[in-house]
């Protein structure tokens, strides 16, 4: 769970430095996030942007030696095209 700004607070100027404090008190004191549990450690911008950053370094490590493949096979072809166009 993560708290954003609301439009209200983006026309009175509430700066995003403002914005992570409002939720991380609001995550610490209330009574369904305050106590323990599992979940909780997974609330906020900052643990959603960690996830995100994991997820998106999980995926390019899965899916780079392939297109490093496709370009290593199509990168010849291109060429020969090339040359024969000029």
Do not use: M, W
Not at 4 to 12: P, V
Not at 45 to 67: F, M, Y
């Amino acid at each position: 769970g993560v708290i954003n700004r609301s439009q209200q607070d983006i026309n009175q100027g509430k700066q995003l430095v403002d914005a992570r404090q409002h939720e991380q008190r609001f995550f610490e004191s209330h009574p369904a996030y305050a106590r323990p549990a599992p979940c909780h450690a997974n609330t906020g911008t900052p643990q959603l942007v960690r996830r995100c950053s994991a997820l998106l370094h999980e995926h390019i490590r899965a899916v780079l030696p392939g297109l490093s493949a496709d370009l290593g096979r199509l990168l010849p072809a291109k060429r020969a095209r090339l040359a024969q166009l000029s």
